[in-house]
């Protein structure tokens, strides 16, 4: 086997809708680990998200700002290994957190390996307090009114509470239900 590679540039994938604290404390893990971490914010093919790409990579950006070897950047119409080989990526990192996450992490983890045989995939384990955080069950708790604040970044529990109050006064909370 090849020496490793001592300059890794590991991205990052997901939908982040919206990002958790979850997500940071990975992003966190992988920026002691690797030289840089570029986090990419797919845009949805399939799925309707809650938010925006453009407001999905802000808040990510917003979360990381004392992190200086961590880029944010849109994933677009694309493969993630295209995404890779166009920012000289060598990794992917990807969080796990139950058993749970295992059978589907596999599968993609396979699949881009097939598609791409130089990049390492790595799956790293967040801190144990957010081990059962997903973005799905942020989205019900805040579409509920429940307390999201030491789920999430600022920024993100002051727009979910945001919009809790405007749907409180005209909407039905659609775009919550859609999403979840
Ligand atoms: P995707 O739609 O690609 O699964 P997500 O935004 O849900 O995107 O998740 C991106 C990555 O972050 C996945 O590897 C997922 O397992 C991981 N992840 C999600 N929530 C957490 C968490 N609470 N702790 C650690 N990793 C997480």
């Not at 797919?42 to 799925?47: G, I, R, T, V």
């Not at 130089?118 to 144990?128: G, R």
Request: charged letters at 30%; proline letters at 4%; aromatic letters at 8%.
């Amino acid at each position: 086997m090849d020496k490793v590679n001592s300059h890794i540039i590991a991205v990052y994938p997901g939908s982040f809708d919206p990002v958790t604290l979850g997500h940071i404390d990975i992003i966190k893990r992988a920026s002691k680990l690797f030289d840089k971490v570029i986090v990419a914010v797919a845009a949805s093919l399939h799925k309707k998200t809650l938010f925006s790409l453009e407001e999905r990579i802000e808040f990510i950006r917003e979360s990381v700002r004392d992190f200086p070897n961590v880029e944010v950047k849109p994933l677009i119409n694309k493969l993630l290994v295209d995404f890779c080989k166009e920012h000289k990526a060598n990794a992917i990192v990807r969080g796990l957190r139950a058993v749970s996450d295992f059978e589907y992490e596999f599968k993609m983890a396979w699949m881009n390996r097939r598609l791409y045989p130089d990049v390492e995939i790595l799956f790293l384990i967040p801190s144990e307090e957010y081990a059962y955080l997903a973005s799905s069950l942020v989205k019900e708790i805040a579409s509920l009114g429940g307390d999201v604040s030491s789920l999430v970044p600022k920024p993100v529990a002051d727009r979910l509470q945001e919009m809790r109050e405007k749907i409180k006064k005209e909407g039905t909370g659609e775009e919550f239900e859609q999403s979840i």
